[in-house]
């Protein structure tokens, strides 16, 4: 009996690694089955829109001076703006909180004297193209020019150089290098001209409402540097996000999608 006993136990542990072992080879068929024979959904790159980009840069200590048709006294004309980029090498993704159309009307300074706020009324447009999930791309487009209205002459900006130097959800922050052309009302000639470049960074304060912290450093129309200067500004927004199909003649439609694909980004074309 005992040993009848012992050879029943021995044959249910065999029966048992048996089952275990049939297991084991069942699934792996499965799987392979599986693999062979369904077609898997691709799974597509996702872009870290968190921390998306991240520099920096240092004001210059000298730069080249200004061709003639800047300098004081020749009479101000748009055209002569240095030729465009190509189109397509300018866009970058910008929070949600950053876009739509903005205002500015005042601008704080600080001074060895103290603080000077003054009138300086810009209206500027972020967000250009919105991507397959919704997300915001700004395209940058220079040489251009943007003007700020004083009392006695118009202060006229001729973009040669934007770039991003860091973008998260939190922050942004731009370089900007212009001419700086103060042109005369009555007589529209060059009064004053010098280059300038910016490190601006915005931060959100509230819904619909963007702190800029500026960073300005000044030179002479032969480049020589001058000085510093930092303030801030608030802007409020105007106008909500949408889509610009068109822009000073270029498809930004057409655009955007070649940047995307330049990029491998091909997942993020709107349909």
């Not at 068929?29 to 898997?40: D, G, M, P, Q, S």
Request: charged residues 25%.
């Amino acid at each position: 009996m005992k040993v009848n006993h012992l050879l029943n136990k021995q044959i249910n542990i065999s029966l048992k690694v048996l089952l275990i072992l049939l297991i084991v080879l069942t699934v792996k068929f499965i799987v392979k089955a599986y693999a062979e024979n369904v077609n898997l959904k691709k799974i597509e790159p996702q872009l870290d829109y968190h921390n998306i980009l991240k520099g920096h840069v240092q004001h210059s200590e000298k730069l080249d001076p200004l061709a003639k048709q800047f300098n004081i006294g020749q009479k101000f004309d748009k055209e002569n703006l240095i030729r465009k980029v190509k189109v397509g090498e300018n866009w970058f993704w910008i929070p949600k909180w950053r876009s739509g159309t903005f205002k500015r009307e005042t601008q704080v300074d600080f001074t060895p004297k103290g603080q000077i706020r003054y009138m300086s009324e810009v209206e500027s447009v972020w967000g250009y193209q919105l991507d397959s999930h919704g997300e915001v791309w700004q395209y940058v487009y220079y040489p251009s020019s943007g003007s700020v209205r004083t009392d006695d002459y118009e202060e006229v900006k001729l973009y040669q150089l934007i770039k991003p130097l860091e973008i998260n959800v939190n922050l942004v922050q731009l370089y900007f290098r212009c001419i700086n052309l103060d042109v005369s009302d009555k007589t529209k000639k060059i009064i004053k001209s010098t280059i300038q470049e910016d490190i601006e960074t915005y931060t959100p304060v509230n819904p619909g409402k963007i702190l800029c912290r500026s960073s300005s450093a000044y030179y002479r129309a032969d480049g020589v540097y001058t000085n510093i200067v930092e303030g801030y500004s608030e802007e409020n927004l105007i106008k909500p996000v949408t889509v610009i199909r068109e822009f000073n003649g270029i498809d930004i439609v057409k655009s955007f999608h070649q940047f995307l694909m330049a990029k491998g980004w091909d997942y993020l074309i709107p349909h």
